[in-house]
């Protein structure tokens, strides 16, 4: 006789060693993100759902365990519900033999049936033919660019759980979104965010929070948590405001001109905390230096690599240093203006922009700063930030 026995693999599951070749995925993020599902598909017991890289099954799984609620109506039997559920709606399959045999085991386990059929399969995601309504998948990000376009021209609605790296995930992209949640970071400080897609014909993206929802037109990057400041951001965005235009050194601390030719230019590799030297320099002969390197000119010299909840140190550097490609710098007049962009760069309104645009990636790069109004902006950037929390 089948058993329902979902709840009880799943928190088997969850003692299983995540650092093993074995797919887990993280039981919160799998519920919230199958929660972005559209209820009246759920409740259809004609929903056909493919997981085309299942892991060990633990996501169809979850969502077994929604179906088992939402199908009670349509089909009232708990043991004919399960066997429906996993003879004609749930398909799986892996390209790897290990992943699928440890599926096809788990799903064993919730059904406790040794005997019972499980449509999973071992094939490259490529190769599937089933033909569903609704794929749903945890990915990494290199597949996705693949992934989401394939299954969308077949006409299925698109659920995946992925990373949220808005440096490759272009705007193109990102306005083909249905529903977008940023579900949190995992131990090992990666981002993870669910990615709805479906049928419309609008550029018009709806973003998730725990408490709360913005739609937004056409956007250009991806949020963290933080609606209120992602929508305050994208109004900045939108405005075409001119940015600060910022450069990198060009030599990596490892560089064997750098290691080769000691001398008198320092090149800042880290700039340090506020109110002191800074915190790691290197001395070149005068003869490598280029134009990138900004020796020579009065300049804010900016940490490269803040992380997603930090934002990066600025200072002013006189023109006898130079920076390696650590460190990013902006060209200034003299040093009054670097504090002048030092203080506005500290303004509630453009901490609240630079937090928004670093929500899921740590990345400062020189386009970053593009996206930064320069402070000749400082008012009408100030007018919207108080539209949004004043």
Known sequence: MIINNIDKRLNQIKAYDSSSSQTIVDTDFAIRGLGMLDKEVLSNPNTVYLD??????????????????????????????????????????????????????????ALNDKTFKFNVEQKDFKEANVKADVVVSSIDFATTNQFVPMFRSQGSTVLILTRPNKNRYSS????????????????????????????????VVEFISDDNSVKIDSPVYLPANDLTSFAFAHEVINQNFDGFESNYGSYYINDPKVINNPGSVELIY???????????????????????????????????????????????????????????????????????????????AIVKLVLSLKGTSPANGTGFWKKIPHYRYASQVNKIYDKYFN
């Open 52 to 109: 085309p890289q299942c892991g060990t099954g633990t996501l169809l799984l979850h969502l077994a365990k929604i179906l088992m609620i939402t199908l009670e109506s349509a089909i009232p039997d708990e043991a004919e519900r399960l066997a429906h559920i996993f003879t004609n709606q749930i398909y799986a399959s892996d390209i790897d033999k290990l992943q699928t045999m440890v599926c096809n085991t788990n799903f064993k386990k």
């Open 172 to 203: 193109t992209h990102i306005k083909e979104i249905s529903k977008y949640q940023f579900l949190g970071v995992t131990s090992s400080a990666t981002p993870i965010c669910a990615m709805y897609f479906e049928n419309k014909n609008n550029d």
């Open 270 to 348: 880290q700039v340090g905390s506020p109110g002191k030297l800074f915190r790691k320099t290197v001395g070149v002969d005068p003869s490598i230096i280029t134009d990138r390197e900004g020796v020579g000119v009065h300049k804010v010299v900016i940490s490269k690599n803040g992380n997603r909840t930090l934002r990066s140190m600025l200072k002013y550097a006189p023109p006898e240093y130079g920076t390696g490609h650590n460190a990013i710098w902006i060209q200034v007049k003299d040093q009054e203006e670097a504090e002048q962009i030092i203080n506005y760069y500290n303004s509630p």
